[in-house]
């Protein structure tokens, strides 16, 4: 196998990352479309909110947010009803931009949405996320670009 072979199937990963509530509280439908508009964030296709950047003139999503309770979609006609314990941020590498630059908007954005939602970022492991999970993502994504 060539190294590109071997960088491309090495980059292939998804980067999970939460946002809930802090304490007992749900997100009101309500309170996530108005956050997620304040931040950038869009409404899509499949029914949960996008990232997205121009690359070359096209719009491109380079990470998604869903509704932490299964399927993980937000239907529109149901969103003034609906209750979520949580939102769930996801990163499919490789994409539209560089790993690391799409992680570190993921990053902003997720710590964007807790302060609008007064809630808490966890990690992967539904964990508090933490600076040193942060650089440790951040290492790796860029080790394995070079």
Do not use: C
Request: hydrophobic share 45%; glycine share 8%; aromatic share 6%.
């Amino acid at each position: 196998q060539s190294s590109r072979q071997q960088k491309s199937t090495a980059t292939q990963q998804i980067i999970v990352m939460h946002v809930v509530p802090d304490g007992d509280k749900l997100f009101t439908g309500k309170q996530i479309v108005a956050a997620m508009k304040k931040i950038g964030l869009f409404y899509g296709k499949m029914k949960i909110f996008h990232r997205v950047v121009d690359v070359d003139g096209k719009k491109e999503p380079i990470f998604g947010v869903a509704n932490m309770v299964e399927p993980g979609v937000f239907e529109a006609a149901e969103l003034e009803k609906l209750r979520s314990p949580g939102l769930t941020f996801f990163l499919q590498l490789p994409g539209p931009i560089r790993g690391v630059d799409a992680f570190d908007r993921m990053v902003s954005d997720a710590n964007a949405l807790k302060k609008e939602l007064d809630g808490i970022v966890l990690n992967d492991q539904r964990e508090p996320m933490n600076q040193a999970w942060v650089d440790v993502l951040r290492v790796k994504l860029i080790s394995e670009a070079a």
